[in-house]
């Protein structure tokens, strides 16, 4: 790029017949977070350009076309421009946060705090489908849950039908698409997206002695089986996947979170909190001069983070992708 050259090609453009009043733009890091736009003319951007400090890489607009970027900074001027993004879920299910950051101005860095893994052992699980026909409730609590359960299920040769004399709970709408997917009609899903909120709201639907099918992670919080047990329900709960650390990714990390070039972490579950600390360390993140504002979906991951030694500053009120991203908007707006 020209920056090493701009004080001959600013010579060269006014010798050849440019007015040095022409509008000259200089965009460093163009499309990136740290982009940097600066403007002046032909016969001052040079000046600019060293009292600033603008090196390569960079761009050299000249012309009347530079006086539209107010109107036309589309990118500049989208919600999290300048930031960057720290998203520590599974490989497999960054992508669509990482999308809408991208999407909304934002650099996303993944570093995956989780992978996730099938059980140890099927035993439970491959019982438990034999069992279907004899579940009155099969409650799903995640989308891996379902991924999961499903694909034993095909395992098997069995489909949908063996569901067909169970009633089929969702813990919120995403785990409800990946059920509807599948072509299940799902009879409940709670108002608010946790376990506590899912015992509550099958109180009057669940009968003493009715069994109760939990697949799930192997890390799942007891809360649920233990609030349907005292409502009388005989559950069964069998470990479809499981979620593990994941390392390599450790040292660079660190450094740009030590460099002060992260701005947000996102959290998604308590796994991704709880090996997001075990991969940097217990005391590494209270040890930044200027730590990252910690983001998570909902109150269950918040209060998981603030165990743990983590300040949360953003909590979701809707405990999906989107109302994760509502939250962040409506923090990075205040502060703005």
Not at 57 to 84: H, M, N, T, Y
Not at 85 to 105: C, D, N, Y
Not at 259 to 278: A, K
Request: with cysteine; glycine share 8%; charged share 25%.
């Amino acid at each position: 790029m020209g920056m090493n050259n701009l004080p001959d090609i600013v010579g060269q453009l006014i010798t050849h017949g440019r007015p040095d009043t022409t509008p000259v733009a200089l965009i460093r890091w163009g499309t990136k977070p740290e982009q940097d736009t600066l403007v002046g003319t032909l016969a001052d951007i040079d000046k600019k350009a060293t009292e600033s400090g603008c090196t390569n890489p960079a761009v050299i607009i000249v012309g009347q076309v530079v006086d539209l970027r107010e109107k036309l900074s589309w990118f500049e001027s989208k919600p999290l421009f300048g930031k960057k993004v720290l998203v520590t879920r599974s490989r497999e299910q960054a992508s669509l946060l990482s999308e809408r950051i991208s999407g909304l101005g934002g650099e996303p860095v993944e570093f995956p705090a989780i992978a996730i893994k099938e059980p140890t052992d099927w035993i439970p699980v491959d019982h438990s489908i034999n069992e279907l026909a004899n579940y009155q409730w099969v409650i799903f609590t995640s989308v891996n849950g379902v991924d999961y359960f499903f694909r034993r299920l095909r395992h098997h040769g069995k489909d949908i039908r063996a569901l067909h004399g169970a009633k089929l709970c969702a813990i919120g709408p995403k785990t409800k698409a990946e059920m509807e997917k599948y072509g299940l009609i799902v009879d409940y899903v709670p108002e608010e997206y946790r376990a506590e909120q899912i015992a509550a709201g099958l109180r009057d639907k669940i009968a003493a002695g009715d069994r109760v099918l939990l697949p799930r992670a192997a890390e799942a919080r007891r809360v649920l089986p233990e609030q349907l047990r005292r409502m009388g329900a005989l559950v069964d709960e069998v470990t479809v996947y499981r979620t593990m650390p994941v390392t390599g990714q450790e040292t660079v990390i660190k450094d740009l979170l030590r460099q002060g070039e992260v701005n947000l972490i996102t959290f998604t579950s308590s796994s991704t909190v709880r090996n997001f600390r075990q991969q940097v360390g217990e005391d590494f993140f209270s040890s930044l001069t200027k730590p990252p504002a910690v983001a998570c979906i909902g109150p269950v991951t918040a209060d998981t983070a603030v165990e743990l030694g983590l300040p949360v500053d953003i909590m979701a009120t809707k405990y999906t992708i989107d109302g994760l991203i509502e939250a962040i908007l409506d923090y990075v707006k205040v502060l703005s």
